[in-house]
C-alpha cells in the first residue's frame, strides 16, 4: 500500500510485529473480553476467571473503589464489583488494569512524562463514555475502551518520533499543515494508524480498531463514525483540560464534522469536562499497588 513504508524500508505491519514492548494482552483478559459479550455468561463464571490473575483482581478493585467507581460501602471482592457495578463496568477496569504497564511510562518521543500518557488515556475514556451517555450512543462502555486505547500508536512510534520530532514540528510550521499529516510525512504513517494496526493484533472489534485509527479525523470512518466522533471529542476535550498535551497536544482543534453528528454544543462538552475533573482520582493511585 501506497505511502506505508516505514524508516529503513520497513513497513507498518513490521514495525508492530517487532515492538516488544508491547505484549499481547493477558489471557485472562481475553477471556473476561469474550465472556462479557456473551448473554449466557453467569456471575460465577467471570469471578472464576478474573480472580485467576491475583495482581489484576488487586488492580481492579483498587480501581473499583477509587473516587470515580466507589460508592458508599468499599468494594471487597470481584463478585461485588461485578453485583454493584456490573458486567461492562467490571470489562472497562480490567482492560485498563490490562494496559496500565504499558501506558505508565515516559514516551519522549511525544514528550509526555511517565503516567502522562496513563492519565491522558483515562480521562478521555471516562469523557467518552459520558459524552457516550450524554449522545445517547448505545454503547457508552465501547466508547470507554476506545478512548482507553486511541494513543497506543505512540508507543510504537515513541523511539522513530524522539529523533524525528524536530523535523515534524519543522514541517507543521513552515507548511501550515496539521501534526498527523507531517507525522505520517516525516515517520511514514502516524499514531492513529500505527495504534489500529495494535488493535488488530490484539483482534479487538472493527469498530474500536476504526475508531482508534480515526480519532484526528472522524470524517473518514465509514462503519461507526459516531464511535469515532465521541473517541474524537473526548481526546480533545482531555488535552483541554491540559492533560496528555505533550510536544503535539495543542495542534488537534475540535472536529466541526464530529460535533455536528453527535450534537454537541460548547456548552455539554464544557459541563461533560467539568463532570470529569470534579470525580477523576489521580490516575496513578487508582491503580498501583
Do not use: C
Request: aromatic share 8%; glycine share 8%; no cysteine.
Amino acid at each position: 500500500m501506497k505511502g506505508l513504508i516505514f524508516v529503513g524500508g520497513l513497513s507498518l505491519n513490521d514495525v508492530v510485529q517487532k515492538v516488544e514492548e508491547l505484549p499481547a494482552l493477558p489471557h485472562v483478559t481475553y477471556r473476561v473480553l469474550e465472556l462479557t459479550s456473551r448473554p449466557d455468561t453467569t456471575l460465577s463464571q467471570l469471578t472464576e476467571v478474573i480472580t485467576q490473575d491475583q495482581v489484576l483482581t488487586a488492580k481492579v478493585l483498587r480501581m473499583a473503589n477509587s473516587v470515580y467507581y466507589g460508592y458508599a460501602r468499599r468494594i471487597y471482592g470481584i463478585t461485588e464489583a461485578l453485583l454493584i457495578l456490573g458486567f461492562s463496568t467490571v470489562r472497562n477496569l480490567v482492560m485498563a488494569a490490562s494496559v496500565y504497564n504499558v501506558m505508565d511510562r515516559e514516551i519522549q518521543g511525544y514528550f509526555l512524562p511517565r503516567g502522562e500518557l496513563w492519565k491522558h488515556s483515562m480521562s478521555t475514556a471516562l469523557i467518552a463514555r459520558s459524552l457516550a451517555q450524554k449522545t445517547g450512543y448505545e454503547l457508552p462502555d465501547q466508547a470507554f475502551v476506545a478512548g482507553l486505547l486511541h494513543d497506543m500508536g505512540k508507543i510504537i512510534l515513541n523511539t522513530y518520533m524522539n529523533e524525528k520530532f524536530e523535523d515534524v514540528i519543522s514541517k507543521v510550521t513552515t507548511e501550515n499543515i496539521p501534526f498527523m499529516a507531517a507525522e505520517q510525512e516525516i515517520l511514514g504513517f502516524d499514531h492513529a494508524l500505527t495504534g489500529a494496526r495494535v488493535a488488530e493484533k490484539w483482534n479487538l472489534p472493527s469498530e474500536l480498531v476504526e475508531a482508534i485509527a480515526n480519532h484526528h479525523t472522524p470524517s473518514l470512518a465509514k462503519h461507526n463514525p459516531r464511535l469515532t466522533s465521541v473517541v474524537h471529542v473526548a481526546d480533545a476535550a482531555s488535552m483541554s483540560m491540559g492533560i496528555g498535551l505533550g510536544g503535539d497536544g495543542l495542534l488537534y482543534p475540535f472536529d466541526g464534522f464530529a460535533t455536528e453528528l453527535l450534537g454537541l454544543t460548547g456548552k455539554i462538552i464544557e459541563e461533560t469536562i467539568a463532570e470529569i475533573a470534579d470525580s477523576l482520582v489521580d490516575s496513578e493511585t487508582m491503580i498501583e499497588n
